[in-house]
């Protein structure tokens, strides 16, 4: 059975740094891209991070460029994102995902598997 487990989500000040992690287990997932979303209390599921398969290619939403970074550690299937310069925008649950093929996406569709959220709160 396949499995997503996120943690280190909490509150924070603004200006904080959190780093996320998200363990995969049930089946190896390196060569598969995964993703990073989150969701705001009356929002859509809204696109964070992705990074390919390999860990060489990596993308981010507009509004997390420069202060987000996601990274992986394939042998340990393991998801990472670190994030600094949080402000209050930053509320929401976080959810990684593992993508249908090999590549990053922005698109909730492309992923085929999801885990249970973690909740990060930026306290301004």
């Known amino acids: 059975q396949v499995q997503l487990i996120e943690s280190g989500g909490g509150l924070v000040q603004a200006g904080g740094s959190l780093r996320l992690s998200c363990a995969a287990s049930?089946?190896?997932?390196?060569?598969?891209?995964m993703g990073w979303f989150r969701q705001a209390p009356g929002k859509e599921r809204e696109f964070v991070a992705a990074?390919?398969?390999?860990?060489?290619?990596?993308i981010y939403a507009d509004s997390v460029k420069g202060r987000f970074t996601i990274s992986r550690e394939n042998v340990n299937n393991l998801v990472y994102l670190q994030m600094n310069s949080l402000n209050s925008e930053d509320t929401a649950v976080y959810y990684c995902?593992?993508?249908?093929?090999?590549?990053?996406?922005?698109?909730?569709?492309?992923?085929?598997?999801w885990g249970q959220g973690t909740q990060v709160t930026v306290s301004s």
């Open positions: 990074i390919n398969g390999g860990g060489s290619s990596t």
């Open positions: 049930g089946r190896t997932f390196r060569g598969y891209g």
């Open positions: 995902a593992v993508a249908r093929f090999s590549g990053g996406s922005s698109s909730p569709s492309d992923y085929a598997y």
